[in-house]
């Protein structure tokens, strides 16, 4: 995510061009949040920052310590968003969520928010250490400093993972585990398709290429084109979610997932295996490791108390 603040910051005269360059290339591995770079190079105090932050904004400012974020948190669940934007729900009133951040400039923070709940996002400004302390307090020191392995992945990230045989990906041990990079890759494909609002996802192997579209607004758009040597690796992990036959690559099939938003609500994806049209079934046996993999998705979002033991 690409925040704005800096420029916006520089253009108020908070800081200098060369103070703007430093930050952008200090913060750009995603590690620290701008506020976070700005308060750790000592230029503005955590709570000077977010009172010029809210009054360029023209938004509130809370004070962590006095709302009740830790209630708002439990019941809306919503730790991956949480951890991922390092925003705060801080209050619920009527139909109307205050979500605590320290960044204003990045919008996907309120779409996100407002995606996952249903309600109307209402931004607020707290001071950036209270919240890196709340979500200490909330999830652990191991959840805070996973963040970083949330980060965005690119089909060049993977491209160094080998690749494998027929025999050997039926015993591949971390194509069942959510952390691996290529388990991350998928969620983060999934919640992309999520977020532009994507009637299907296509995962389509080639001889010598590998794509995946998105059909947005009825418009088939290329999004990544992983190593070919991952198409059984990207398969295989998608079967896993949709409880298919990871050795069955010849026969379409068709099963399901849910893709968990939160803790309390999730979106039901079809996957569904094919054949290639006009592509002789022999003809595709020998020329591709994989079926092509499209999934289409439900967009109705089911909400319940308890999902946590759904695959994300």
């Avoid at 951040?101 to 950036?128: H, K, W, Y």
């Avoid at 993977?158 to 691996?180: G, K, R, T």
């Avoid at 190593?227 to 379409?252: G, M, W």
Wanted: hydrophobic residues 40%.
């Amino acid at each position: 995510m690409n925040s704005s603040l800096c420029s916006i910051l520089q253009r108020a005269g908070v800081l200098s061009e060369s103070q703007e360059n430093e930050l952008v290339q200090w913060t750009s591995s995603g590690e620290l949040t701008v506020p976070e770079g700005i308060v750790d190079k000592g230029w503005l105090s955590a709570s000077n920052l977010a009172t010029t932050i809210s009054e360029l904004f023209g938004l509130e400012t809370r004070v962590l310590s006095e709302t009740d974020y830790i209630n708002a948190c439990k019941r809306l669940g919503l730790r991956e968003i949480i951890l991922e934007h390092n925003a705060l729900p801080v209050a619920i009133v009527n139909n109307t969520l205050s979500v605590a951040t320290a960044d204003p400039s990045l919008m996907q923070t309120e779409n996100d928010f407002r995606f996952a709940t249903g309600m109307q996002v209402e931004l607020v400004i707290a001071n950036c250490e209270d919240i890196r302390a709340a979500i200490r307090k909330l999830y652990g020191d191991n959840n805070l400093d996973s963040k970083s392995n949330t980060k965005q992945l690119t089909s060049d990230d993977l491209a160094n993972l080998v690749q494998v045989s027929d025999a050997e990906i039926d015993n591949i041990e971390d194509l069942s585990q959510d952390d691996s990079p290529v388990s991350r890759f998928i969620h983060q494909v999934l919640m992309d398709a999520v977020r532009k609002k994507a009637s299907d996802i296509h995962f389509e192997p080639y001889e010598h290429l590998y794509r995946i579209r998105l059909r947005c607004d009825g418009i088939l758009i290329e999004t990544h084109q992983p190593a070919t040597q991952l198409s059984r690796r990207l398969a295989a992990r998608i079967k896993i979610l949709a409880k298919l036959d990871i050795a069955e690559r010849r026969l379409p099939q068709d099963g399901r997932l849910k893709l968990r938003l939160s803790e309390s609500a999730s979106i039901d994806m079809r996957v569904s295996t094919c054949q290639p049209c006009g592509v002789r079934r022999s003809c595709c046996d020998y020329s591709m490791a994989t079926l092509p993999i499209s999934i289409s998705i439900s967009w109705v979002i089911t909400h319940c108390k308890n999902l946590s033991t759904l695959p994300h």
